[in-house]
């Protein structure tokens, strides 16, 4: 199929999203943010290895399946305000994120020490979740970040300085 971008945000769907989107192998851009879509994000997106920009938020989707790791084009990625209950991917570190918005999903545990390898990262919003541990010093190697929002979580510990290296 030679679709390549597609865009249904902020209407009225329902139900789940179609499974066959996955066969579509040129996709770069899929935003189907602010609907009223639940169900699974297809495992089949993880065929999409072209696929750019990926827009789910304000809908009632379920967990972030571990095939969108093979997505190693993926630059934006975001999935707010959905119950993805549970931890990121352990896939998602061989991915290369520019933008990642992970806000309020019930997001538990760690910040995973993978973040840190994605160095062209300019926003990061993991806020409103269950996130637990300290911040990172290792986020002081994220150059380009332009936007960390880490509000509304249950981190403790000091406020690393390393944070003020997030510039050029």
Do not use: H, W
């Not at 304000?58 to 790791?69: C, K, V």
């Not at 300290?134 to 509304?152: D, E, H, I, W, Y």
């Amino acid at each position: 199929m030679k679709l390549q971008e597609v865009y249904l945000q902020g209407n009225g769907f329902e139900g789940a999203i179609p499974d066959d989107f996955g066969n579509c192998t040129e996709l770069k851009i899929f935003d189907v943010s602010d609907n009223f879509l639940t169900g699974s994000i297809p495992r089949s997106f993880g065929k999409l290895v072209k696929l750019q920009d990926l827009r789910l938020g304000n809908n009632s989707l379920g967990p972030i399946p571990d095939d969108l790791g093979n997505c190693t084009e993926l630059k934006i990625f975001d999935v707010s305000y959905n119950f993805l209950i549970g931890n990121i991917p352990r896939s998602f570190q061989k991915l290369k994120l520019q933008d990642l918005r992970l806000r309020n999903i019930s997001l538990v545990g760690a910040i995973p020490d993978y973040f840190v390898n994605y160095t062209e990262l300019t926003n990061l919003d993991i806020s409103r979740n269950l996130i637990i541990g300290s911040m990172p010093r290792s986020f002081g190697k994220l150059v380009k970040l332009q936007t960390l929002n880490l509000a509304f979580n249950r981190l403790s510990g000091i406020i690393p300085v390393e944070i003020v290296n997030c510039y050029d």
